[in-house]
């Protein structure tokens, strides 16, 4: 249960959820408090309360500081909900909505409704609605049509999530809101926006209130970049956000708070302490986990910046006095490694060993999944500079308001809501070393000006410094766009265009690879040991041919969720052509990962309510309850190109069939 002041008790299981949930018991619940416990009667209108504005100015001031820190997350969430016809409501942890952004004339509409600042959504004075069993639930639910208690709020569909305090306690709460539509897909998306908004926003507080604590970061498949834990200089765990609770199945706070570092990730404290960069790789019920400090105390930061500085010096002394050692050929090793026995692939390696350590910009094309990424790492590490830092930034996967901070960093005191001892940038981060920008066509325009300038100068002047920083970085960049036509309709610099495409690596399709096979039997072996299984994963020849055969349009990363989920369905040593994915039996649908390009295409004034595609990814959605991290791995593309073909099919704006 939740205690007077909202936060969890520790007798209570529930941690709130950070994945929306699909199961409406809730409203049940719900409606029978609204009647035993707050006696009130249903099916009536019921009058909302409003205050005053000096009441909605003392009721908010708690909150001025994370509505002030928290804006550029806020403003994402805003931009959606105006695309789509939703309101956004914060309220404090009573339920009044102490902030209501209504920036169209259908939000005005809402707004006559009862969508607006100042009205309170207690359940227990209001009924089942959005955000008040949202915070009596302590978790992410939504409250469509007549599932609302009241007459008069059956006209809306609401989704909210709690806003979580670095204590753990609710602070508040986060809700989109539109007229009811029907709109099931809608509704889920809504739901899952308003659960990672809410997310993001808690890290943001847990980062800013543990800034003088150690604080981990479990950067794991599905919980991006939210999952954190705080511990203090004995090692012993002090606090975690909500998605690294959940990550680790702690059903309470203090399943995991007070626990010693060894316990709860098998690292030593030592280790934990070192002064080098520090990674460990922690599984987890078949979960991976990359655990990475992501901040240590500022105490300990003047030995570990001196230390820092003590090895760029003598890096650059190194470098400058032998310069970079090339490999010998032999040991270009990861390159051929990445290219199987595919003879394109052979050639291109061949030609990236040519060209590796002779400071030319790579530029890797090819569809969603081909092995981008993996090529870049290879890349690097057949590189004289293996070793040192390979810092990858998808510039597709930062918000446009964040990706001059991540890639310049910023200096002391520059923001409000920043650290006070500044960010170093990704751009410094991989000094010494290898910068991957991944979907680089996604770049805002006026930070390709920016980062021309860094190529031709090379040296940096993060965000609020007057001093440049010199660097010496490799720059590999990917997409899976065509630049050129970006070029052309002046999406993308020219200049930058001809600065990074000297060298280009296009990686073939997976249907068009010729080492399918071996392709499938080694990321089968991958697989085999992810799992920890002793015994080789067999494959009965029926299905051997159906994963020869299937056109793979998510290519290689759909082909190892496709393997991984048939190895743990087979019951023998062989996975059986029933094993795989019924995508696989019944192939046929659209290319998924066909270039935005032709979504864009097929949109807006085109896409049909049932184009083949659409359906594909509806039928992701459901299967993963909405929730968009899940749907894209389950389809093989990332995140961001999903939110994108979500955007572009208007499924956050059409009615779906219930
Ligand atoms: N040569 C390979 N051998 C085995 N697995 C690979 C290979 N190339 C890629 N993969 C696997 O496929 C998945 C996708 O790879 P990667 O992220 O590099 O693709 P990408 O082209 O960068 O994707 P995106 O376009 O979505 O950013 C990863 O799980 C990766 O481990």
Not at 389 to 403: D, H, K, Q, R, S
Request: aromatic share 6%; charged share 25%.
């Amino acid at each position: 249960m939740r205690n007077n002041n909202g936060s969890y008790t520790s007798s209570t299981s529930t941690a709130p959820a950070v994945t929306p949930e699909n199961d409406a018991s809730y409203i049940q619940s719900s409606w029978q408090r609204c009647k035993d416990k707050y006696k009130i009667e249903p099916q009536r209108t019921i009058k909302l309360c409003s205050l005053t504005e000096r009441e909605i100015q003392e009721k908010r001031e708690p909150l001025e500081q994370l509505l002030f820190d928290s804006h550029s997350i806020i403003q994402r969430i805003r931009r959606v909900a105006r695309q789509s016809g939703y309101s956004v409501l914060i309220s404090n942890a009573e339920g009044v909505t102490v902030k209501a952004f209504t920036d169209s004339d259908h939000d005005r509409a809402l707004q006559s409704k009862g969508l607006r600042q100042g009205t309170l959504w207690q359940e227990a004075i209001v009924g089942t609605n959005g955000l008040g069993t949202c915070l009596e639930e302590k978790r992410p639910i939504t409250v469509d049509a007549s599932e609302h208690y009241g007459t008069n709020l059956q006209c809306f569909s609401c989704s909210a999530a709690p806003l979580i305090g670095a204590d753990g306690s609710i602070v508040g709460g986060l809700d989109m809101s539109t007229f009811a539509s029907g709109n099931r897909l809608g509704q889920a998306l809504a739901l899952n926006f308003v659960t990672e908004t809410a997310n993001e926003i808690e890290a943001l507080i847990f980062r800013g209130a543990y800034k003088n604590q150690h604080i981990i970061n479990l950067a794991g498949a599905a919980n991006m970049n939210t999952a954190l834990v705080a511990f203090n200089d004995n090692g012993t765990v002090i606090a975690a956000t909500t998605t690294a609770l959940m990550a680790l199945n702690c059903r309470q706070r203090y399943d995991l708070v007070g626990k010693g570092v060894e316990e709860a990730f098998q690292i030593s404290r030592n280790e934990l302490f070192q002064p080098a960069p520090f990674h460990h790789q922690f599984q987890f019920n078949n979960a991976e986990f990359d655990l990475h400090l992501e901040l240590r105390p500022p105490e300990a930061k003047p030995q570990q910046e001196t230390l820092r500085r003590q090895t760029a010096a003598a890096q650059t002394k190194r470098t400058s006095s032998i310069g970079l050692k090339r490999l010998p050929p032999e040991q270009h090793t990861p390159l051929l490694e990445a290219a199987g026995s595919d003879p394109a692939l052979i050639r291109q390696a061949n030609s990236c060993m040519r060209i590796v350590d002779r400071g030319v910009i790579t530029l890797i094309q090819g569809e969603t999944g081909t092995g981008k990424e993996v090529w870049a790492k290879a890349l690097h590490d057949s590189s004289a500079r293996r070793g040192r830092p390979f810092v990858a930034v998808n510039c597709a996967a930062i918000p446009e308001t964040l990706i001059e901070s991540e890639l310049f960093g910023y200096g002391a005191g520059t923001f409000t809501g920043g650290l006070k001892s500044g960010k170093k940038g990704k751009i410094e981060a991989s000094d010494g070393g290898t910068l991957f920008l991944d979907e680089i066509g996604d770049m805002p325009a006026e930070l390709q000006a920016r980062l021309l300038r860094v190529l031709a100068e090379k040296e940096i002047i993060p965000l609020g410094e007057v001093e440049p920083v010199p660097i010496d970085i490799n720059v590999i960049c990917a997409t899976h766009r065509d630049l050129e036509q970006y070029v052309s309709q002046g999406d993308f610099r020219e200049d930058l265009y001809y600065r990074i495409s000297v060298f280009k690596v296009t990686l073939p399709a997976l249907r068009n690879r010729q080492d399918k096979s071996e392709l499938i039997r080694k990321v089968l072996e991958q697989i085999r040991s992810e799992l920890g299984d002793p015994d080789p994963i067999g494959l009965a020849t029926e299905a051997e041919q159906a994963l020869v055969s299937y056109p793979w349009p998510g290519n290689i990363r759909q082909l190892k969720n496709v393997l991984h989920c048939a190895a743990c369905m087979r019951e023998g040593r062989d996975i059986q052509i029933d094993d795989l994915a019924g995508e696989v039996l019944n192939p046929g649908l659209e290319d998924f990962s066909a270039g935005t390009a032709s979504v864009a295409q097929s949109s807006g004034n085109g896409a049909t309510s049932q184009s083949p595609e659409k359906q594909q990814l509806i039928a992701a959605l459901e299967t993963n309850r909405w929730n968009v991290t899940r749907a894209a791995k389950a389809l093989g593309v990332s995140r961001s190109t999903l939110h994108r073909k979500i955007k572009a099919h208007g499924l956050l704006l059409e009615p779906q069939e219930s």
